[in-house]
């Protein structure tokens, strides 16, 4: 009977070992996969800023050559309207004038 209470009470040494272990190592997998999920996290809103930057620099050569084409056309038209009432100016002015002092 004593041996049959030996076994027993070896048996629960044995399973209390056991579960203590589990529990060590239930922490440690818990503690690494947390430290993961954090570089994990860290590494993605790195990626994230990086992909954000390069997106708002495309952006921002795209608007300024938009920006560029637009004035280079606005001074283009500028121009045109300003050699084509080159000749006029003088003939208004004196058309006013006449008009004025009659």
Known sequence: M???IGTI???EAEAAK???LAAAE???AIAEGEATAE???KDAAAKLSRERDRVLAEAEK???AAYD??????RKKASMLKKSCEGKTNAAAEEILGR???
């Open 39 to 41: 570089k994990i996290e």
């Open 18 to 20: 056991i579960l203590e």
């Open 100 to 102: 004025v002092f009659g």
């Open 2 to 4: 004593n041996e049959v």
């Open 69 to 74: 084409k637009l004035l280079d056309e606005g």
């Open 26 to 28: 239930s922490k440690s």
């Open 62 to 64: 795209r608007a300024e």
């Open 9 to 11: 009470l070896e048996a």
